[in-house]
């Protein structure tokens, strides 16, 4: 166990699953104490508890619907009353709907931009002030390759992580004098149970699925690279590399994978 997170506090929202929990236990045994925030009371508990039994570090969990904004400020009141201000925020929170738009549930879209964009900008302009207040913190925000290269299908998610990365990288350059680190992290696909709700069907995880990434070695790297001032980590390489070629020739690039975009 290294010293750099030893009894830093860390909130992290989505923590119940895929690269949220597998977060929760590398910060743990990292001895972080954890603020963690989900909709499920029910799996907080367990994890907080087996969190604390097995690396005697603090974890608590505050139950949080992200869509809800106004209900997700009370939740970072609580957090602020409790334990005073956090050392860093990972917002992991996210959600997808793979939907053409003019078939799209208004619903799945208000969602998709609660979650992924507009939670995400309400817990960052809560801390950062205490941030910036104290000359340290470290904000990490979960995007996606999306945000490099749209798909059909996912217009509104690629919306929402485009926002993120630009969120991200006009916030930087507004805190780096104050000693605020801000990190996006840019992934493919991962290994978790993000597609049961994005596409139902399964098509697109059995598509992808030998490409997937894995949640614990994606939990493994942002918790290394806590507490630098690393700008982005985009994984895996190569789809970073395709993003790039990608930004030089659009149209070819949308010709030549058109069959493999329109996987979802």
């Given at each position: 166990?290294?010293?750099?997170?030893?009894?830093?506090k860390?909130?992290?929202?989505?923590a119940?699953?895929?690269?949220g929990?597998?977060?929760?236990?590398?910060?743990?045994?990292?001895?972080?104490?954890?603020?963690?925030?989900?909709?499920?009371?029910?799996?907080l508990?367990h994890?907080?508890?087996?969190?604390?039994?097995?690396?005697?570090?603090?974890?608590?969990?505050y139950t949080?619907?992200?869509?809800?904004?106004?209900?997700?400020?009370?939740?970072?009141?609580?957090?602020?009353?409790?334990h005073?201000v956090?050392?860093?925020?990972?917002?992991?929170?996210?959600?997808?709907v793979?939907e053409?738009?003019e078939?799209?549930?208004?619903?799945?879209?208000?969602q998709?931009?609660?979650?992924?964009?507009?939670?995400?900008?309400?817990?960052?302009?809560?801390?950062?002030?205490?941030?910036?207040n104290k000359k340290s913190g470290h904000?990490?925000?979960?995007?996606s390759?999306?945000?490099k290269m749209?798909?059909?299908?996912?217009a509104?998610?690629?919306?929402?992580?485009?926002?993120?990365?630009?969120?991200s990288n006009?916030?930087?350059m507004?805190?780096?004098?104050?000693?605020?680190?801000?990190?996006?992290?840019n992934?493919?696909?991962?290994?978790?149970?993000?597609f049961r709700?994005?596409?139902?069907?399964?098509?697109?995880?059995?598509a992808?699925?030998?490409?997937?990434?894995?949640?614990?070695?994606?939990?493994r790297?942002?918790?290394?690279n806590?507490?630098?001032?690393?700008r982005?980590?985009?994984?895996?390489?190569?789809?970073e590399?395709?993003?790039k070629?990608?930004?030089?020739a659009?149209?070819?690039?949308?010709?030549?994978f058109e069959?493999?975009?329109?996987?979802?």
């Amino acid at each position: 166990m290294s010293q750099k997170l030893n009894g830093k506090k860390i909130m992290v929202t989505g923590a119940t699953s895929g690269i949220g929990l597998y977060l929760a236990i590398h910060l743990a045994i990292e001895g972080a104490d954890l603020y963690l925030a989900a909709r499920s009371t029910k799996r907080l508990e367990h994890i907080c508890k087996t969190l604390k039994e097995s690396y005697g570090v603090t974890a608590e969990g505050y139950t949080a619907d992200l869509s809800r904004d106004e209900d997700w400020k009370q939740v970072l009141d609580q957090i602020h009353t409790d334990h005073g201000v956090m050392d860093a925020v990972i917002n992991n929170a996210g959600m997808a709907v793979f939907e053409n738009v003019e078939e799209a549930e208004w619903e799945g879209i208000e969602q998709m931009l609660q979650v992924n964009l507009t939670s995400l900008v309400r817990s960052t302009h809560y801390w950062l002030p205490h941030f910036v207040n104290k000359k340290s913190g470290h904000i990490v925000n979960i995007s996606s390759q999306a945000a490099k290269m749209a798909t059909p299908k996912s217009a509104v998610y690629s919306a929402t992580k485009h926002a993120v990365l630009g969120f991200s990288n006009a916030l930087r350059m507004e805190v780096e004098k104050d000693g605020v680190f801000v990190t996006v992290v840019n992934l493919g696909p991962v290994k978790t149970n993000f597609f049961r709700q994005a596409d139902p069907t399964g098509n697109y995880e059995k598509a992808v699925s030998s490409l997937m990434l894995d949640p614990n070695r994606v939990a493994r790297i942002i918790t290394k690279n806590l507490f630098t001032n690393r700008r982005e980590i985009n994984l895996p390489l190569w789809m970073e590399a395709g993003s790039k070629v990608y930004q030089l020739a659009p149209s070819v690039i949308e010709k030549l994978f058109e069959k493999q975009f329109a996987k979802k």
